[in-house]
Protein backbone atom coordinates (compact mmCIF):
# COMPACT_ATOMS: atom_id res chain seq x y z
CA UNK A 1 0.00 0.00 0.00
CA UNK A 2 1.68 3.39 -0.95
CA UNK A 3 2.57 5.52 1.57
CA UNK A 4 4.05 9.07 2.45
CA UNK A 5 5.71 10.91 5.12
CA UNK A 6 3.38 13.64 6.00
CA UNK A 7 2.80 16.35 8.77
CA UNK A 8 5.38 14.01 11.22
CA UNK A 9 3.76 10.79 10.71
CA UNK A 10 3.50 8.14 8.29
CA UNK A 11 0.12 8.24 6.29
CA UNK A 12 -1.20 5.05 4.31
CA UNK A 13 -3.57 5.67 1.81
CA UNK A 14 -4.74 4.71 -1.63
CA UNK A 15 -6.12 6.33 -4.85
CA UNK A 16 -8.56 4.64 -6.88
CA UNK A 17 -10.52 5.66 -10.26
CA UNK A 18 -10.54 9.17 -12.37
CA UNK A 19 -11.70 11.83 -12.82
CA UNK A 20 -12.20 15.29 -9.93
CA UNK A 21 -10.73 13.52 -6.65
CA UNK A 22 -12.45 13.57 -3.64
CA UNK A 23 -10.91 13.06 -0.48
CA UNK A 24 -12.56 10.72 1.85
CA UNK A 25 -11.95 11.00 5.87
CA UNK A 26 -13.15 7.83 7.34
CA UNK A 27 -14.66 7.55 11.13
CA UNK A 28 -13.72 5.71 14.39
CA UNK A 29 -11.47 6.63 17.17
CA UNK A 30 -8.84 3.74 15.97
CA UNK A 31 -8.33 1.33 18.55
CA UNK A 32 -7.78 -2.20 18.14
CA UNK A 33 -11.02 -2.56 16.34
CA UNK A 34 -9.40 -0.28 13.56
CA UNK A 35 -6.28 -1.83 13.64
CA UNK A 36 -8.78 -5.86 12.83
CA UNK A 37 -10.55 -4.03 10.46
CA UNK A 38 -8.72 -1.60 8.29
CA UNK A 39 -9.55 1.95 7.36
CA UNK A 40 -8.55 2.07 3.54
CA UNK A 41 -12.32 2.41 1.98
CA UNK A 42 -11.73 1.87 -1.42
CA UNK A 43 -14.50 0.82 -2.67
CA UNK A 44 -16.69 3.32 -1.51
CA UNK A 45 -17.97 4.25 -4.62
CA UNK A 46 -18.11 1.39 -6.25
CA UNK A 47 -17.08 0.58 -9.96
CA UNK A 48 -19.02 3.41 -11.05
CA UNK A 49 -17.69 6.22 -9.78
CA UNK A 50 -16.87 9.09 -12.00
CA UNK A 51 -14.40 10.52 -9.32
CA UNK A 52 -10.43 9.65 -8.42
CA UNK A 53 -11.05 8.46 -4.40
CA UNK A 54 -8.58 9.14 -2.36
CA UNK A 55 -8.52 7.76 1.16
CA UNK A 56 -6.15 7.14 3.64
CA UNK A 57 -5.96 5.57 7.33
CA UNK A 58 -6.09 8.88 9.99
CA UNK A 59 -3.48 9.37 12.32
CA UNK A 60 -3.63 6.60 15.10
CA UNK A 61 -6.07 4.37 13.25
CA UNK A 62 -6.27 1.25 11.04
CA UNK A 63 -3.80 -1.47 10.22
CA UNK A 64 -0.74 0.17 9.09
CA UNK A 65 -0.22 3.80 10.32
CA UNK A 66 1.14 3.65 13.69
CA UNK A 67 -0.35 5.30 16.41
CA UNK A 68 1.48 8.36 18.09
CA UNK A 69 1.54 9.90 21.70
CA UNK A 70 0.86 13.15 20.18
CA UNK A 71 -0.95 15.53 17.32
CA UNK A 72 -4.03 14.11 19.16
CA UNK A 73 -6.35 17.24 17.75
CA UNK A 74 -8.48 18.44 15.09
CA UNK A 75 -6.08 21.68 13.66
CA UNK A 76 -3.65 18.90 13.46
CA UNK A 77 -5.83 15.70 11.86
CA UNK A 78 -6.94 18.63 9.21
CA UNK A 79 -3.43 19.86 8.81
CA UNK A 80 -2.68 15.97 8.36
CA UNK A 81 -4.85 15.53 5.21
CA UNK A 82 -3.86 18.67 3.66
CA UNK A 83 -0.15 17.73 4.03
CA UNK A 84 -1.74 14.28 1.68
CA UNK A 85 -3.42 16.09 -0.84
CA UNK A 86 0.03 18.48 -0.92
CA UNK A 87 1.84 15.01 -1.19
CA UNK A 88 -0.08 14.30 -3.65
CA UNK A 89 -0.31 17.75 -5.80
CA UNK A 90 -4.12 18.03 -5.23
CA UNK A 91 -4.75 21.87 -4.91
CA UNK A 92 -8.55 21.30 -4.69
CA UNK A 93 -11.24 18.28 -4.16
CA UNK A 94 -14.69 17.28 -2.98
CA UNK A 95 -14.12 16.52 0.90
CA UNK A 96 -15.93 13.62 2.73
CA UNK A 97 -16.17 13.56 6.29
CA UNK A 98 -18.03 10.67 7.74
CA UNK A 99 -18.61 9.78 11.89
CA UNK A 100 -15.40 10.83 13.32
CA UNK A 101 -14.31 12.12 10.27
CA UNK A 102 -16.81 14.72 10.23
CA UNK A 103 -15.42 17.46 12.74
CA UNK A 104 -11.66 17.27 10.85
CA UNK A 105 -13.92 17.68 7.21
CA UNK A 106 -15.62 20.53 9.08
CA UNK A 107 -12.03 22.02 10.17
CA UNK A 108 -10.50 21.33 6.69
CA UNK A 109 -13.21 23.55 5.04
CA UNK A 110 -12.83 26.16 7.48
CA UNK A 111 -8.81 26.25 7.49
CA UNK A 112 -8.13 25.83 3.72
CA UNK A 113 -11.40 27.03 2.08
CA UNK A 114 -9.46 27.51 -1.28
CA UNK A 115 -8.72 23.53 -1.72
CA UNK A 116 -12.51 22.55 -0.78
CA UNK A 117 -15.25 22.51 -3.89
CA UNK A 118 -18.12 21.24 -1.63
CA UNK A 119 -18.38 19.57 1.62
CA UNK A 120 -20.27 16.65 2.03
CA UNK A 121 -21.38 15.46 5.85
CA UNK A 122 -22.33 11.77 6.95
CA UNK A 123 -24.01 10.88 10.07
CA UNK A 124 -22.06 13.59 12.10
CA UNK A 125 -21.92 16.42 14.25
CA UNK A 126 -20.13 19.63 14.93
CA UNK A 127 -19.63 17.97 18.49
CA UNK A 128 -19.16 14.43 18.97
CA UNK A 129 -19.02 14.00 22.99
CA UNK A 130 -21.89 14.58 25.55
CA UNK A 131 -21.35 15.72 29.10
CA UNK A 132 -22.59 12.01 30.83
CA UNK A 133 -21.79 9.48 32.90
CA UNK A 134 -19.82 7.94 30.19
CA UNK A 135 -17.60 10.48 29.54
CA UNK A 136 -16.54 11.52 33.16
CA UNK A 137 -15.76 7.90 33.30
CA UNK A 138 -13.61 8.00 30.02
CA UNK A 139 -11.75 11.03 31.20
CA UNK A 140 -10.94 9.29 34.39
CA UNK A 141 -9.34 6.68 32.21
CA UNK A 142 -7.58 9.26 29.95
CA UNK A 143 -6.01 10.61 33.06
CA UNK A 144 -5.22 6.99 33.69
CA UNK A 145 -3.26 6.91 30.88
CA UNK A 146 -1.23 10.07 31.10
CA UNK A 147 -0.06 9.28 34.45
CA UNK A 148 0.62 5.51 34.26
CA UNK A 149 1.14 5.27 30.47
CA UNK A 150 -0.52 2.55 28.05
CA UNK A 151 0.37 -0.93 28.90
CA UNK A 152 -0.32 -0.47 32.60
CA UNK A 153 -3.96 1.04 31.34
CA UNK A 154 -4.05 -1.61 29.17
CA UNK A 155 -3.57 -4.31 31.35
CA UNK A 156 -6.40 -2.83 34.12
CA UNK A 157 -8.72 -2.00 31.47
CA UNK A 158 -12.30 -1.97 32.26
CA UNK A 159 -14.05 -5.37 31.92
CA UNK A 160 -16.44 -3.73 29.40
CA UNK A 161 -13.58 -2.77 26.75
CA UNK A 162 -11.65 -5.18 26.52
CA UNK A 163 -11.36 -5.22 22.70
CA UNK A 164 -11.43 -1.64 22.60
CA UNK A 165 -13.11 1.63 24.15
CA UNK A 166 -15.69 1.77 21.76
CA UNK A 167 -17.46 -1.65 23.49
CA UNK A 168 -18.60 1.24 26.25
CA UNK A 169 -21.32 2.82 23.66
CA UNK A 170 -21.86 -0.41 20.93
CA UNK A 171 -22.66 -2.34 23.26
CA UNK A 172 -25.31 -0.44 24.77
CA UNK A 173 -26.87 0.83 21.24
CA UNK A 174 -26.71 -2.26 20.03
CA UNK A 175 -29.00 -4.20 22.30
CA UNK A 176 -31.33 -0.80 21.65
CA UNK A 177 -31.28 -2.17 18.32
CA UNK A 178 -32.16 -5.66 18.79
CA UNK A 179 -28.47 -6.52 17.31
CA UNK A 180 -26.99 -7.35 20.37
CA UNK A 181 -26.17 -11.27 19.48
CA UNK A 182 -24.91 -9.99 16.25
CA UNK A 183 -22.76 -7.33 17.67
CA UNK A 184 -21.22 -10.29 20.36
CA UNK A 185 -20.60 -12.45 18.14
CA UNK A 186 -18.36 -9.90 16.21
CA UNK A 187 -16.97 -9.04 19.29
CA UNK A 188 -16.02 -12.73 20.41
CA UNK A 189 -14.53 -13.35 16.58
CA UNK A 190 -12.23 -9.76 16.81
CA UNK A 191 -10.80 -11.66 20.81
CA UNK A 192 -9.30 -14.25 18.96
CA UNK A 193 -7.82 -11.92 16.11
CA UNK A 194 -6.52 -9.94 18.80
CA UNK A 195 -4.41 -12.95 20.10
CA UNK A 196 -2.39 -12.87 17.57
CA UNK A 197 -0.82 -9.12 18.18
CA UNK A 198 2.27 -8.61 21.07
CA UNK A 199 1.05 -7.15 24.17
CA UNK A 200 2.80 -4.10 23.41
CA UNK A 201 1.02 -3.53 20.00
CA UNK A 202 -1.69 -4.47 21.67
CA UNK A 203 -1.34 -1.60 24.26
CA UNK A 204 -0.55 0.90 22.08
CA UNK A 205 -3.31 0.35 19.37
CA UNK A 206 -5.68 0.21 22.57
CA UNK A 207 -4.79 3.46 24.09
CA UNK A 208 -4.78 5.30 20.76
CA UNK A 209 -8.67 5.51 21.33
CA UNK A 210 -8.60 7.02 24.19
CA UNK A 211 -6.30 9.61 23.08
CA UNK A 212 -8.59 10.16 20.02
CA UNK A 213 -11.56 10.50 22.60
CA UNK A 214 -9.60 13.26 24.56
CA UNK A 215 -8.85 14.97 20.94
CA UNK A 216 -12.41 15.44 20.18
CA UNK A 217 -13.70 15.84 24.09
CA UNK A 218 -14.64 19.71 24.86
CA UNK A 219 -14.73 20.80 20.93
CA UNK A 220 -17.91 22.67 19.67
CA UNK A 221 -17.34 24.13 16.11
CA UNK A 222 -21.22 25.71 15.98
CA UNK A 223 -19.74 28.59 16.52
CA UNK A 224 -17.71 28.11 13.65
CA UNK A 225 -20.01 26.74 10.77
CA UNK A 226 -20.99 29.88 9.14
CA UNK A 227 -17.35 30.39 8.10
CA UNK A 228 -18.44 27.28 5.45
CA UNK A 229 -18.30 28.74 2.19
CA UNK A 230 -18.41 25.60 0.33
CA UNK A 231 -21.76 23.55 -0.88
CA UNK A 232 -22.29 20.90 1.70
CA UNK A 233 -24.41 18.16 2.01
CA UNK A 234 -25.67 16.94 5.09
CA UNK A 235 -26.81 13.03 5.27
CA UNK A 236 -28.13 11.62 8.81
CA UNK A 237 -29.79 8.45 9.42
CA UNK A 238 -32.80 8.74 12.13
CA UNK A 239 -32.66 5.94 13.97
CA UNK A 240 -28.36 6.72 14.88
CA UNK A 241 -27.74 6.12 18.34
CA UNK A 242 -24.29 6.61 17.93
CA UNK A 243 -24.77 10.42 17.11
CA UNK A 244 -27.90 11.55 17.64
CA UNK A 245 -29.76 13.26 14.28
CA UNK A 246 -29.99 16.63 16.36
CA UNK A 247 -26.19 16.61 15.12
CA UNK A 248 -27.30 17.09 11.41
CA UNK A 249 -30.02 19.85 12.09
CA UNK A 250 -27.39 21.91 13.75
CA UNK A 251 -24.85 21.59 10.98
CA UNK A 252 -28.30 22.70 8.67
CA UNK A 253 -29.08 25.32 10.86
CA UNK A 254 -25.64 26.87 10.82
CA UNK A 255 -23.92 26.11 7.35
CA UNK A 256 -25.51 28.63 5.07
CA UNK A 257 -24.58 27.06 1.84
CA UNK A 258 -25.69 23.29 3.24
CA UNK A 259 -28.37 21.00 2.03
CA UNK A 260 -29.80 17.63 4.19
CA UNK A 261 -30.93 14.56 3.10
CA UNK A 262 -32.59 11.95 5.87
CA UNK A 263 -33.25 8.35 5.99
CA UNK A 264 -35.65 7.59 8.31
CA UNK A 265 -35.33 4.11 8.73
CA UNK A 266 -31.40 3.93 8.90
CA UNK A 267 -28.85 3.64 11.85
CA UNK A 268 -25.36 4.77 12.40
CA UNK A 269 -22.89 4.14 9.86
CA UNK A 270 -24.73 4.72 6.56
CA UNK A 271 -21.56 4.00 4.17
CA UNK A 272 -21.91 0.49 5.69
CA UNK A 273 -24.79 -0.61 5.90
CA UNK A 274 -27.23 -2.84 3.52
CA UNK A 275 -28.55 0.19 1.89
CA UNK A 276 -25.28 1.35 0.80
CA UNK A 277 -25.67 2.08 -2.66
CA UNK A 278 -28.85 4.32 -2.21
CA UNK A 279 -26.56 6.30 0.08
CA UNK A 280 -23.86 6.85 -2.54
CA UNK A 281 -26.53 7.46 -5.21
CA UNK A 282 -27.54 10.68 -2.72
CA UNK A 283 -23.46 11.81 -2.99
CA UNK A 284 -22.79 11.46 -6.55
CA UNK A 285 -26.29 13.42 -7.50
CA UNK A 286 -24.55 15.97 -5.64
CA UNK A 287 -21.81 15.99 -6.28
CA UNK A 288 -22.69 15.63 -10.00
CA UNK A 289 -24.60 18.84 -9.66
CA UNK A 290 -21.84 21.02 -8.42
CA UNK A 291 -19.43 19.76 -11.04
CA UNK A 292 -21.87 21.36 -13.73
CA UNK A 293 -21.26 24.25 -12.21
CA UNK A 294 -17.40 24.42 -12.65
CA UNK A 295 -15.78 24.66 -15.65
CA UNK A 296 -14.24 21.88 -17.14
CA UNK A 297 -10.93 20.74 -15.89
CA UNK A 298 -10.88 23.41 -13.23
CA UNK A 299 -8.96 22.22 -10.10
CA UNK A 300 -8.10 18.85 -10.36
CA UNK A 301 -4.35 19.44 -10.34
Given at each position: ?52 LICYER ?79 IRKLVE ?69 HDAYDH ?83
Amino acid sequence: MPHASTNGIETFYRVVGEGFPVLFIHGGLGGVASFLSGEIHDDLFGRRSPYLLICYERRGCGRKTSPSDSGYDLKTFAMDAKALLDHLDFQRVHLMGSSAGGPIAIRFAIDFPQMVESLVLVNTAPSLIPEDDLTLRIRKLVESLNRDGSEILYQRRPSDAQLDLAELWERPNAARLGKLNWYEQRHQERLKTMESMSLQERACRYCAAFRMHDAYDHVDLTGELSRITAPTLIMHGARDLDIPIEGAHTLFRNIPTSEMHLFADLEHGLLSRERKEEVVDVILDFLGRIDRRKPIGEGVK
